[in-house]
């Protein structure tokens, strides 16, 4: 890695986005976590994107308590699926003290796997529940821009917290979300000498207190991991990579924006054994 070793050690980072029971992870997720806490990810928030992702997130948090959460939500992918029972299925798996987030929801309009109607159907009931819960919103946002802000603007007054999963886009589009009190994520994808240019160049625009970081695991793989991943699976062990990355855009360093983005993800998604509202 590129971080000097004593100090990647002396880090401490949450994961506020991994896919945790994705398949990719059955034969050796004991030992990602493993990992995972070797290279300073103590905390971990597992990303729910449909009610039986959600739930499957839920059970491997119960085995790890106090390094473990969960987010139970619907994907835009999968919002064709977000049925009356699904949606209150979903609220029943909402009320597990394991789950500190409602989402992953919101809009993706760039392959429409599930109809645009259907999308914004899903994500206008999952917002209703996280204001009747309380819980903060873990967004998804791709080729969707001007439809998103509308929904998340209608809803904002009811919601506690939400943050823009993934950022990659735009000044313009950041400072919207901005606008809107949004916390911003970020992932590998700034690890990306070609791809990652613009959200370079924008990252300083982040409040320290708006700005937490993640993996996405096992998707957006850190291009500069040496050596390469496995078949090109990311996980949260090369968290400290992106933590390294965004404290290069930012101008600060990497130690700073540990110590900022892990205050932050414990304060926004209440890590530190309190209990949810």
């Known amino acids: 890695m590129h971080e000097n070793e004593n100090e990647r050690m002396n880090m401490e980072l949450v994961d506020i986005g991994v896919n945790l029971a994705h398949r990719r992870f059955d034969a ?20 729910g994107t449909s009610v039986a992702g959600s739930r499957a997130g839920i059970e491997l948090a119960r085995r790890e308590p106090g390094t473990l959460w969960a987010t139970a939500g619907i994907h835009p992918h999968d919002a064709k699926h977000a049925s009356r029972e699904a949606l209150a299925e979903l609220r029943e798996l909402a009320r597990a ?12 309009f760039d392959r ?39 929904i998340v603007r209608n809803a904002r007054p009811r919601l506690r917290a939400a943050v823009a999963h993934c950022f990659t886009g735009t000044a313009a589009e950041l400072d919207a979300y901005l606008a809107l009190d949004l916390h911003i994520g970020i992932t590998g994808w700034i690890n990306d000498e070609r791809r990652g240019h613009g959200l370079r160049s924008v990252v300083a625009r982040i409040p320290a207190e708006r700005l937490m970081i993640e993996t996405d695991a096992p998707f957006l793989t850190p291009h500069d991991a040496r050596p390469k991943p496995a078949g090109g699976r990311n996980e949260p062990a090369l968290l400290p990579l992106v933590n390294a990355a965004v404290a290069r855009a930012a101008g600060r360093p990497a130690q700073q924006v540990a110590a900022e983005t892990t205050r932050t993800a414990v304060a926004f998604f209440g890590l530190d054994g309190a209990a949810k509202p």
Do not use: K, M, W, Y
């Open 112 to 150: 429409n796997f599930s109809p645009p109607a259907a999308q914004e159907a899903a994500f206008e009931a999952q917002l209703e529940l996280a204001g009747e819960t309380g819980l903060p919103v873990f967004l998804h946002e791709r080729a969707a821009h001007e439809r998103f802000v509308a």
């Open 28 to 47: 050796d997720r004991a030992q990602v976590l493993a990992r995972a806490r070797a290279a300073g990810v103590t905390r971990l928030v597992i990303t």
């Open 97 to 108: 003290p394991e789950v500190r987030a409602i989402g992953e929801c919101g809009l993706d």
